[in-house]
């Protein structure tokens, strides 16, 4: 499994890649691998402030379907589009491509309470 360092992890298997006020966010190698094939992404959040925690979407897996949880409070500026008629970008390259929203962050502190690769690393037990 990949778990690049310069990204942040939360508990609930998001990413988060901060840009300075901004932030790209999507789901783990981790979380992909346990959902299976990513069938569908469930996005409509774009102009919306998210609260961190609060869920912004869904993924849809062939077995099951996934609640999507902000890991930073901020406003959705964009979906990414190519998961409309490629959602198994999801699991092919859920750190690049795979990427699910774009954000402005309202309090880029809150990046501080997000846990490290090696933290997130441990979490899984990988």
Not at 101 to 114: G, M, P, T, Y
Request: net charge negative; charged share 25%.
């Amino acid at each position: 499994m990949n778990f690049p360092s310069e990204l942040k992890y939360t508990k609930d298997h998001e990413w988060v890649k901060v840009e300075g006020n901004e932030a790209f966010i999507g789901i783990t190698d981790f979380a992909q691998r346990e959902l299976g094939d990513i069938v569908y992404v469930d996005i409509n959040s774009v102009g919306t402030e998210v609260a961190k925690e609060e869920v912004f979407g869904t993924v849809e897996a062939v077995k099951t379907v996934s609640d999507l949880f902000m890991p930073v409070t901020g406003t959705v500026l964009e979906i990414n589009a190519e998961l409309n008629d490629n959602p198994e970008l999801v699991n092919s390259d859920p750190y690049g491509k795979g990427w699910m929203v774009k954000v402005s962050l309202s309090d880029l502190a809150e990046v501080e309470d997000l846990l490290t690769a090696d933290a997130y690393q441990s979490l899984v037990g990988a």
